[in-house]
């Protein structure tokens, strides 16, 4: 018959290892708020980022139509001149 292998755990052992664990808890706990306003300030990071460049964007289709529209003008002014010319 095998022998059966067993192990032995001590309340002893089982009350450091408890304490270690609320040890590395109490650690994280501390840690949590600074981690919190740092993950609250990147999102206003990118939040910040993110409409400054939506508005850079709009800037620059703005200005495009502007020149779609002046293009347009000279398309339309130009031909009209030069049938007036002799």
Partial sequence: MPEESST????????????????????????????SDKLDELEQDVANQLSDHEHRIRKIEMNMWKMFGALGLVAAVVPTVLSMMP
Wanted: aromatic share 4%; hydrophobic share 45%; glycine share 0%.
């Fill in 8 to 35: 032995r755990i001590t309340m002893k052992e089982l009350y450091i290892q408890v304490q270690k664990i609320q040890s590395m808890l109490e650690k994280l706990t501390l840690q949590m708020p600074s981690i």
